[in-house]
């Protein structure tokens, strides 16, 4: 649009505002997707063996019904309660209703969501693909939270995230290739599955989730087979780091097990925005090609 050719501070401002607005739904999306799944497996057990008469799950719960409420006094929120990050510094981080006391990863969420795609817009020019890189910085950020909150990451968002990939290759939407789309997909998933077998051959025990494949196949499908192995590298890399902390704080056992989806889903991030840089960084001061 020329709109934004005359005023190119515009895209990355409208992002902001609306990646702030779609922040504070991703934080509903963090919280519900994982219920509606496991509401959906029961649903499932119930009809598949009647015998055991599993309880059906009651009530229509969806990402838009019911409304939320406060967790403690059931309070429905209300439209101003619901303003991203201002409303939770109006209240103080509490209820209205009851003061109960209201996390303070929702606004970082919002904060996180409203960054993250102004750097995207600050680094892509206005264009269909850019917008499109909102909303893969959109699912990438609710994977992360929900894998690191329950250890899941929803076919929901890792197949979609893939096939709209693909589908963006497919339209010459995205500046990659249908050809390294589609082997980006099919490497990044074979990758941690050859990883996967290879661990449980060796040790008898799983090593990660399926989840990871479908996950590391989308940022293949996004950004092509070319960058897989830089994120490959720095997913490792971050997990290693985080990984060491974790262990630390909490006093766990080498063997605890912990989410991988947020460090693929770190790196891939970083390579779609600098990874080229990092790249051809590599190549010509390190390798001097």
Not at 28 to 37: A, D, E, G
Not at 100 to 112: A, Q, T
Not at 270 to 286: E, K, P, Q
């Amino acid at each position: 649009m020329e709109v934004f050719d005359y005023y190119p501070w515009l895209f990355p401002v409208l992002a902001f505002i609306f990646s702030l607005l779609i922040g504070s739904f991703l934080n509903v999306v963090i919280h519900r997707l994982p219920i509606m799944m496991e509401r959906e497996w029961k649903q499932e057990c119930s009809e598949c063996f009647p015998e055991h008469n599993i309880p059906l799950p009651e009530g229509t719960f969806n990402l838009s019904v019911p409304r939320s409420t406060c967790p403690k006094c059931s309070t429905q929120l209300r439209l101003i309660d619901n303003i991203p990050v201002l409303s939770w510094l109006l209240l103080r981080g509490k209820c209205h209703s009851c003061s109960n006391h209201i996390s303070v990863r929702y606004p970082l969420v919002e904060l996180l969501t409203a960054t993250s795609c102004l750097v995207v817009a600050s680094h892509f020019s206005f264009s269909y693909y850019a917008v499109a890189l909102l909303f893969f910085t959109f699912v990438l950020i609710a994977a992360t939270f929900i894998d690191l909150d329950t250890m899941l990451l929803p076919d929901q968002l890792t197949l979609s995230l893939m096939w709209s990939g693909i589908a963006l290759a497919l339209f010459g939407i995205s500046p990659v290739s249908l050809q390294d789309s589609v082997i980006g997909a099919m490497a990044g998933y074979l990758c941690l599955w050859s990883v996967y077998w290879a661990f449980k051959l060796l040790t008898g025990k799983d090593g990660m989730g399926f989840g990871d494949f479908k996950l590391l196949a989308a940022l293949g499908a996004w950004l092509g087979w070319q960058h897989l192995p830089l994120i490959i590298l720095l997913s490792s890399l971050v997990g290693l780091v985080f990984g060491l902390i974790q262990l630390r704080l909490k006093q766990q056992g080498i063997d605890k097990a912990f989410p991988f989806g947020p460090y693929l889903a770190i790196a891939g991030w970083v390579s779609l925005i600098w990874g080229n840089d990092i790249m051809n960084w590599y190549f010509t001061s390190v390798l001097g090609i």
